[in-house]
């Protein structure tokens, strides 16, 4: 018996330790581009292309540590470009949600002739790529005055995220039992009522883990907001990483910084928001 006990001691510890080696492993294909990345973001072109994966070389002040920073910022002129991103994933996120709730609770709860077609209007969304809808945009835009506006890029940003949202709203709201509702109607509570203290309080989970599909997808978005604005302070911070890509192509030291610059407010969203980011998305597929 003693044996039996030692031999499955022995292999949950291998067992343990595997999986500690396996972790380590995709940890560091993680976490390596981002470190070569912020290695190289502060070396001169000569130093890059004598030697791509060694560490910078001598610094000398403050000035110079920072010299492809202040050059990408500038060059770049991000200070605008970030806070039109800002702008629109704050805006597109919150009315993301908001339209994702109210359909979704239409839908689960509130059944007629016209909710199967409605939500499959919504659904079909979630097959079409963007690709394939890019030039209606433009012409649409054009069309009703929208184009190089921000409504112009905020009406399809938040069109584009509501698909998902409101599937995932739909599917998550069924699951809430019908008794609550009707226990509600029979207390004298108009649908609004029930929708915003009842549906919205218990959608907390879900409403974390559309916001971070919306954040990420809206953050990082460039093909559409490059077509439906030509005006440089209207665009967003990708389009401008991406001019550097242009005429300082040769300067990596520049384009490595850029690059770090957007990348950091991912970082700093996920770093902060990390407990509830894992906490909605857990119980978002639980529930769901």
Known sequence: MANIQDTKSTSVIIGKIVVYIILGIFTFLALYPICWLLINSFKTTQEFQLNKLGLPGKIDGYESTLINYKDAWVRGKFGGLILNS???????????????????????????????????????????????????????????????????????????????????????????PTALIE??????????RI?????????????????????????????????????????????????????LSSDYGKQFAALVIGLLPMLAFYLVFHKEITKGVAAGAVKG
């Open 86 to 176: 800002i702008f629109y994933t704050v805006v597109s996120v919150a009315f993301i949600i908001m339209f994702s709730f109210m359909c979704g609770f239409a839908f689960a709860k509130l059944q007629s002739k016209a909710t199967f077609a409605l939500y499959g209007s919504f659904t079909i969304g979630l097959l079409m790529t963007l690709q394939c809808i890019m030039v209606p945009l433009f012409l649409m835009a054009n069309w009703t005055g929208l184009l190089d506006t921000r409504l112009g890029v905020l009406i399809p940003y938040i069109g584009i995220g509501l698909p998902m949202g409101v599937y995932l709203a739909t599917e998550y709201i069924r699951s809430i």
């Open 195 to 247: 929708f915003a203290q009842i549906i919205l309080p218990m959608c907390t989970p879900l409403a974390v883990t559309i916001a971070i599909l919306s954040v990420t997808g809206t953050w990082n978005e460039f093909m559409l907001i490059n077509i439906l604005t030509s005006t440089p302070t209207l665009k967003s911070l990708p389009v401008g990483i991406q001019a550097f890509a242009g005429a």
């Open 183 to 192: 226990s509600a109607r029979i207390d004298g509570a108009k649908f609004f």
